[in-house]
């Protein structure tokens, strides 16, 4: 099983780019997903959250507004949508199974390998 995420890239202030998060190998639909990032020399941070069955979303307060999490079951994709992008968003970004923040981060079923986003002033 694994997740692939791509779409990341090198962006002025204010642009905007949108992730992907392609799953394989393992019953996508059954679970949460989230995007997590980690900013250079720091440690991993919950960006957003949705859920099966309802597709909820949920934002860290530092996104919310700017960012927008979405999934295509059929495509076994998970996206994020970032928007009014700042230096401060600037992070490696991953994907992962689980919507709470703590389990997320900790001990996930899967993780991918990230995709790089820089954010320049």
């Known amino acids: 099983a694994k997740l692939v995420e791509s779409g990341g890239g090198l962006v002025q202030a204010g ?16 679970y949460d997903m989230s995007w997590v990032r980690r900013p250079p020399g720091r440690g991993p941070e919950w960006v957003s959250g949705i859920t099966i069955g309802d597709n909820r979303e949920h934002y860290a307060d530092s996104v919310k507004g700017r960012f927008t999490i979405s999934r295509d079951n059929e495509k076994n994709t998970l996206y994020l949508q970032m928007k009014n992008l700042k230096p401060e968003d600037t992070a490696l970004y ?9 389990v997320v981060i900790s001990v996930a079923d899967y993780r991918g390998q990230g995709t790089q986003v820089t954010v320049s002033s």
């Open 15 to 30: 642009d905007s780019l949108t992730l992907s998060c392609v799953g394989s190998g393992f019953y996508f639909r059954g």
């Open 94 to 102: 991953y994907c992962a199974t689980g919507a709470d923040p703590a």
